[in-house]
């Protein structure tokens, strides 16, 4: 990622804070394709980042700042991934890291953030603009970093996303597909691949910008809903989304904390905002592991459900999905949705007809 360096706002190469994330993988997906109907779908593999999520990028870069500011602490709003790549970055950098994971954050996650040293606090509230109110709080209190990827909060946390725009222009050898598809809590990472792609534009590297789509949960779109009402970023503020309940816990965010980028990212590429159920979630989590070998969080997949909806798509369409974070971060979503192994005796014969039961 730091090959961009020039494009982002650290100032001091000794200052940069890095696990080797970006860079990740672009991976074509026939199979996929041809049961949505589409030309060509691609899927960009943030679930490869060193934590597991694209979120190693914005961190990256907030940790960066937060050296060149010799800060010692960091602090998080988090549902899981950003709370990982702060602990794990900061473990990197030599800082503390203070944790306020809230309701949604699955097991695995508050597990993982633990692992890397950081102090993981499940504070018990489903509505992440309150938390942020309190991170803010404990910051001013006790002079802690504010690394929370919002943009209205700290924008140089969310600078790193934008990198995603760059590497997809790299890959595809600048003709980059007609949509780029990506699910939407806060908004900063659709905002941030947006941002990129004017960086690109202005640099004359592109004439086009993709249309994006901003995707997220039936339980909690308060983008959908703003986009379908043509609401303005700030009157946003004044509404947050009540009770967020859906499986995908990590963009399960009451409001759009980065509105100011995501609304015009879709507005402007005549993109769409929608929302899918959270049982077409799991079935769009579950068909891309069998169809294409990549189990991705429910977070994620939301992208995948999404496919069936995007306006105008068919056979000669090209689609990009971010994978933003791994499945394996959140196994318990797949429990009871994948059987118990056969047990069988050890015998050629009783492998074969095991095998044969199960359809193979």
């Known amino acids: 990622m730091w090959a961009y360096r020039d494009l982002l706002p650290i100032a001091e190469p000794a200052n940069v804070v890095s696990l080797g994330e970006g860079a990740t993988p672009l991976v074509e997906a026939p199979r996929l394709a041809a049961q949505r109907g589409l030309g060509q779908l691609l899927l960009k593999n943030e679930m490869a980042n060193p934590t597991g999520s694209f979120k190693d990028r914005q961190v990256a870069v907030g940790?960066?700042?937060?050296?060149?500011?010799?800060?010692?602490?960091?602090?998080?709003?988090?549902?899981?991934?950003?709370?990982?790549?702060?602990?794990?970055?900061?473990?990197?950098?030599?800082?503390?890291?203070?944790?306020?994971?809230?309701?949604h954050a699955a097991a695995g996650k508050i597990v993982?953030?633990?692992?890397?040293?950081?102090v993981a606090i499940q504070v018990d509230t489903p509505a992440a603009s309150a938390l942020f109110a309190l991170c803010i709080e404990a910051c001013e209190k006790w002079g802690w970093y504010h690394l929370s990827t919002a943009g209205i909060y700290n924008p140089f946390n969310v600078e790193g996303a934008k990198t995603i725009a760059y590497e997809l222009?790299?890959?595809?050898?600048?003709?980059?597909?007609?949509?780029?598809?990506?699910?939407?809590?806060?908004?900063?990472?659709?905002?941030?691949?947006?941002?990129?792609?004017?960086?690109?534009?202005?640099?004359?590297?592109?004439?086009r910008v993709p249309r994006l789509a901003g995707i997220q949960a039936a339980g909690c779109a308060p983008l959908k809903k703003a986009f379908?009402?043509?609401?303005?970023?700030?009157?946003?503020?004044?509404?947050?989304?009540?009770?967020?309940?859906?499986?995908?816990?990590g963009i399960a965010d009451d409001i759009l904390f980065d509105g100011h980028t995501v609304l015009p990212a879709v507005r402007t590429t005549h993109g769409c905002a929608l929302a899918v159920e959270d049982d077409e979630i799991l079935a769009a989590q579950h068909t891309l592991a069998v169809t294409e070998g990549l189990l991705c969080e429910p977070t994620a997949a939301v992208a995948i459900a999404a496919l069936p909806y995007l306006p105008g798509v068919g056979p000669g369409s090209r689609v990009c999905c971010l994978l933003t974070g791994s499945g394996i971060k959140d196994l318990g979503s797949l429990e009871g949705r994948v059987g118990a192994p056969r047990r069988v005796e050890a015998s050629l014969?009783?492998?074969?007809?095991?095998?044969?039961?199960?359809?193979?």
């Not at 998080?76 to 702060?86: R, T």
């Not at 806060?186 to 941030?192: Q, R």
């Open 228 to 249: 379908d009402e043509g609401t303005a970023f700030l009157d946003t503020l004044e509404d947050p989304w009540p009770n967020p309940e859906t499986v995908a816990g």
């Open 112 to 118: 993982q953030a633990a692992v890397y040293g950081g």
């Open 349 to 360: 014969e009783a492998i074969g007809e095991a095998v044969r039961n199960a359809g193979c």
């Open 169 to 207: 222009y790299q890959q595809t050898g600048g003709d980059l597909p007609d949509w780029v598809v990506a699910p939407v809590g806060g908004g900063g990472l659709l905002g941030g691949v947006w941002r990129g792609f004017l960086d690109l534009e202005r640099l004359g590297l592109i004439d």
């Open 63 to 103: 940790v960066s700042h937060a050296r060149e500011l010799g800060a010692d602490t960091v602090a998080v709003v988090s549902s899981g991934n950003v709370a990982c790549a702060a602990s794990a970055y900061a473990a990197r950098a030599g800082m503390r890291a203070v944790l306020l994971m809230h309701a």
